[in-house]
């Protein structure tokens, strides 16, 4: 049985643990048609799959659903928290909540898991207003994830409220079955003129495949400031297909960093879409791989309305066998006049046996904006690594030097010392040089 048959017969076990008289089943049932008739999960002949095949991520017999809760003691992932860091915190393991490792919060504000949202009339106005209304109906792996969505992150600040402290999110996996599939969905709602501070990790804790399928809906509203984090760093048999949607209303701001180190198939869908004027859209990230890893990231920004910004730069580092992936697209409609849109992706590879596969795009249909998109394909600067070892630097470290600072400006605009010192702990980890060296 193929991993999409064994989906559609496990939805029947699936109702039996939900209500089904809800109106967000009527969504998930839809959905799950939506998923095949779309032909289920996608391949090398869809053009936005051209270098990303799931082939050998699908042919595991992944369990489903985690057959019983397990607990997690907090000194054996504490070390996958931020570092002297006050947060809100979400714990999932192996797709359930656990309610000892988390901090969640009701006091002025909504910080929660999703299923308890989905449940309870107190969240229904919101429920209806945004759950559902963002994703790409021609994904099948978001409708896949809609028909299967229970639980994940709520969060809803409300108007004028800024959050005291970031929210971690973080799903383990414990390696409890040979095999699992995880879907998390995340409904996040900043009101007008609030502002949040988000980490997300997903981490598996063994060497048994894991296979994750995550979206999260975001709602910037009018004024509103968000700053999301993406910390991915997974071992080598876990793989993460993350669809992500944003929608922005006017005068609002939202950043997100993605860093991507680990994972066998890591995929990131990041889409924006800008409902206002003077929306300011925000895209960074840093991927350093090896081996046989690949790393897809895949970026669209619709630029709707007038007077408008988007800023896209992603910094690529490749060596063995790594496969590195850039598809980004700049949408700007006919009204959106004085958009400044800026995208940028800069690779370098360090052997002769990695790939990369880069594709900026831009849709202008306005005739007075700012647009530019550029990619770069290169080596690491011979004459930069010879002054730097002529003045008595090892030669790890000289290339451990200019890899680093290739892609400090990415992390320039960090905003969270704790999430900043972890990145440039993993880069130095991933070069292989001893932590004691000053990055």
Known sequence: ?????????????????????????????????????????????????KYTSLKNVIKQDYTIFSKKKNVLEFKSVKNYFLDNTETYKLVFVDGF????????????????????????????NIISKYFNTSINQDDSLSQLN?????????????????????????????GNEASLMLQPRNLI??????????????????KNPIFTNCVTEIFVGLNAHLDYYKIQNDNLNSSLIDNTYISQDQDSTAKVHTFSFGGKLTRNNLNYFQKGSYVNSTMKGITII??????????????????????????????GK??????????VDKIAQKTNAFQQNNNILLNDKS?????????????????????????????????????????????????????NNVLESVNIPSVKSRIKKIIANKLGVDLEFDL
């Open 1 to 49: 049985m193929s991993l999409s048959e064994k989906l559609l017969s496990s939805f029947l076990a699936f109702e039996l643990d939900i209500n089904i008289q809800s109106p967000v089943h009527s969504e998930r049932t839809k959905a799950l048609k939506e998923f095949e008739k779309l032909g289920g999960f996608p391949t090398k002949k869809n053009e936005a799959w």
């Open 97 to 124: 909540f656990d309610p000892f490792l988390s901090q969640t919060s009701h006091d002025g504000l909504d910080i929660c898991i999703l299923s308890a949202a989905l449940t309870k009339p107190v969240y229904s």
């Open 146 to 174: 809609t028909a299967f969505s229970k639980e994940g992150v709520y969060i809803h600040i409300p108007k004028n409220k800024i959050l005291d402290k970031p929210v971690e999110i973080l799903h383990f996996a414990t």
């Open 189 to 206: 709602v900043i009101e007008n003129n609030a502002q949040a501070e988000i980490i997300e990790t997903h981490q598996s804790l063994t």
């Open 290 to 319: 090896d081996d046989n890893q690949l790393v897809d990231h895949h970026t669209l920004v619709d630029h709707a309305k007038p007077n408008c910004e988007s800023h896209q730069d992603y910094k690529g580092i490749y060596s």
């Open 322 to 331: 790594s496969t590195g992936v850039f598809n980004g697209k700049i949408v």
């Open 355 to 407: 790939t990369i596969n880069s594709k900026p795009q831009l849709e202008i249909f306005a005739d007075d904006v700012k647009c530019s998109h550029g990619c770069t394909i290169g080596q690491l600067d011979k004459d930069a690594l010879f002054y730097l070892r002529a003045r008595g630097i090892p030669k790890k470290e000289a290339k451990a030097l200019l890899t680093y600072a290739f892609a």
